[in-house]
């Protein structure tokens, strides 16, 4: 088990590492094509910062682990609310100004609120439930990208803006390439080592996706997030989660449907997804400030956050140990 172990570590690292680069070159490149900072902000770096979960769910569904795709894609929507948003707020107590975001939060719950609705429907996430997931992903392209030409003075504008890297256009496109090359090559190392480590265990390819790779591909927004907290950047460290959980429904959830089409995971449906709803709903209603009162998330807040995910990491480690104890 040693090199899937060793598959796994190295995969992670070269995704965090990817990660940042590919974020850091798309936005500059962005900037040089003349996107606005709030375009910028809502669709490149929320694609960027999800570009590990869409790759790793992709190689996943291409060498036929839906399972591990799957789970990463649920895993990782849990994890960055209560292991991301937990810890950033335990570091940096935050309030969030940005009328985008507040108007993201409505969205973010519709869509929560579907995906198990699809796949509780007849067990199965198949090519047109992923068809409609990826129609649903254009459309809130669009909608975002319409939002952001709009003007309104919105402070997530300025807050991105600070955070693109001031580079030349060869550097920003060398940037770009070389964090997507790497986020390549670490997908297909992590995908390998995680599905090997879930055949020597005798776990389902679902906990692993649900763990082990779900928290890795969510490292650079915990990075992320953090680090616009503590430069006392809000609007961004919650845009960095809503953007990618938006993405991680839509975008990285389609591709096993389209891909590997099957059987949902009869504890996906009545476990894990009633539980990312359940943070999902959390969230809104200790971040979105209704009818313009603002509302900030304090270090209490982020405790329960993060004391609740640990829980539940710690159910799911428990129920795959009992399930193979002799």
Partial sequence: MLPDLAAVLLGLVALVWGADRLVGGAAALAQHLGMSPLLIGITVIGFGTSAPEILVSAVASLDGAPGLAIGNAVGSNIANIGLILGITALVAPFAVHSRTLSREFPVLIAVTLLVPLLMAFDGHLGRLDGSLLLALFVVLLWWAVRTARA?????????????????????????????LIVL??????????????????GVSELVIGLTIVAIGTSLPELAASVMSALRKEPDLALGNVLGSNLFNLLAVLCLPGIIAPGA???DLLTRDLPVMVGFTLVLVAMAWGFDGYERRVNRIEG???????????????HLAITAHAP
Wanted: no cysteine; charged share 15%.
């Fill in 184 to 201: 390549l090559a670490a997908s297909r190392a992590l995908v390998w080592g995680a599905s090997n480590i879930a055949r020597d265990l």
């Fill in 264 to 266: 949902v995971d009869p």
């Fill in 303 to 317: 405790g329960v956050l993060l004391a609740a995910f640990l829980v539940y990491l710690g159910l799911l480690v």
């Fill in 151 to 179: 003007p309104n003075g919105d402070p997530l504008a300025a807050e991105t803006e600070a955070e693109i890297p001031k580079i030349g256009l060869a550097t920003a496109v060398t940037r770009f390439l070389v964090g």
